[in-house]
């Protein structure tokens, strides 16, 4: 059989930013770590853009938003990060999709902890995990979208696998969309702004939660109502909504219950909701899941990227070497869209 893995380093190594202990932005080191070893069914790919997420610096942090039971052991050092964009530098030997020179994108072997890699020259990613990048956007902007685009995917339209969730009884199913009204608070942000493009490509009418400086952008992508969450409480002024999705979550999300109509849902994208009795008496769904990696899910969305159908908005950028900045902006909060880390 040919060897299909090429020879693209001779030192075996190359930058990355890693982690040796749990801290704020500063522990982030930017250094010499060893290139991935190649599986047979995995591609390593030559990193453009990295997109960076709120897991990042959760796992930075030393995930102290959890019960202490639930933090995961992490084996230092580690190299952060789930979201590339990049060129096929080789290929394993059971890889049939991809070659070398391919341009790929991707969100790594989430929810795994211990086993990304993103912040670096190079990932070895397995091949399920990517899809071959939009031809009509740049690498930053799809490095930008996979984990955000996913998460409202498989929130709204198809869920994608088969995992339960610990934390509810019930998979976590979408609901229909068309002709619903659909509430996004954190709107701006990057799981919504992608949650409002894609609840209104499915034919919701959309309001928007952000602040007033937001309005513009999320109007132009497709929101029908905004609401300044700063001027007024989106809960005092939206009613008979069908569904809210907040993906800010945490524990003040049971405010949202008022704004909907019974029978309706309430998808928080992180852990706090605590209000079950209240949801319960109202007649109201409650649903999370857990973002995952899906190749052929991507595949699907590059095509509306591809497209501008949906579209990607990039907060800002900044060199692999300043991972430190961009976590900083990132605890600025104010987000429009997605911070990216650029790899030369």
């Keep these: 059989m040919e060897n299909k ?10 930058k990355a930013i890693r982690l040796h202990e749990y801290g704020g932005p500063e522990v982030l080191r930017y250094e010499d770590a060893p290139l991935p070893v ?21 796992l930075r942090d030393g995930y102290k938003m959890l019960p202490p039971e639930w933090r995961p052991t992490i084996p230092f050092p580690i190299i952060l990060g789930t979201d590339i964009s990049g060129v096929v530098a080789a290929v394993g030997e059971d890889v049939k999709n991809f070659s070398a020179g391919d341009e790929v994108f991707g969100m790594i072997r989430f929810p795994s902890v211990g086993d990304s890699a993103a912040y670096a020259e190079y990932v070895a990613a397995p091949a399920s995990d990517l899809a071959h990048k939009p031809a009509g956007i740049n690498h930053i902007q799809s490095a930008a979208a996979p984990m955000a685009i996913l998460t409202a995917w498989q929130y709204l339209v198809e869920l994608g696998h088969n995992v339960q969730n610990p934390l509810q009884p019930e998979m976590h199913r979408p609901v229909p969309l068309a002709g619903k009204t659909v509430l996004v608070n954190g709107a ?15 034919g919701a009418h959309i309001i ?9 952008f999320l109007r132009q992508l497709g929101a029908d109502e905004f609401i300044d969450y700063k001027k007024n409480a989106p ?14 979550g945490g524990p003040t999300t049971g405010r949202f219950l008022r704004t909907l109509k019974r029978g309706g849902a309430l998808f928080p994208v992180f852990l706090g909701f605590s209000d079950a009795e209240e949801a319960k008496e109202r007649g109201i769904t409650i649903s ?5 990696s899906n190749g052929q899910q991507l595949t699907e969305l590059g095509r509306l990227l591809d497209t501008g159908t949906i579209r990607v908005a990039i ?17 600025q909060g104010h987000i429009q869209g997605k911070i990216v880390l650029t790899v030369a």
Aim: hydrophobic content about 45%.
């Design 188 to 202: 701006a942000g990057g799981v919504g702004h992608f949650a409002v493009q894609v609840a209104k490509l499915k």
């Design 235 to 248: 809960e005092d002024i939206a009613h008979d909504v069908d569904l809210v999705v907040d993906t800010l």
């Design 5 to 14: 893995v090429t020879n693209i380093e001779t030192t075996r190594i190359m």
């Design 288 to 292: 999370m899941t857990q973002v995952r």
């Design 315 to 331: 907060d800002s950028t900044f060199p692999l070497a300043e991972a430190r900045k961009a976590h900083e902006r990132a605890a």
């Design 208 to 216: 928007a939660v952000a602040s007033g400086k937001h309005e513009h």
């Design 38 to 58: 190649l599986k047979p069914d995995e591609v390593l790919v030559r990193v453009r853009a990295v997109g960076i997420n709120p897991p990042d610096w959760y």
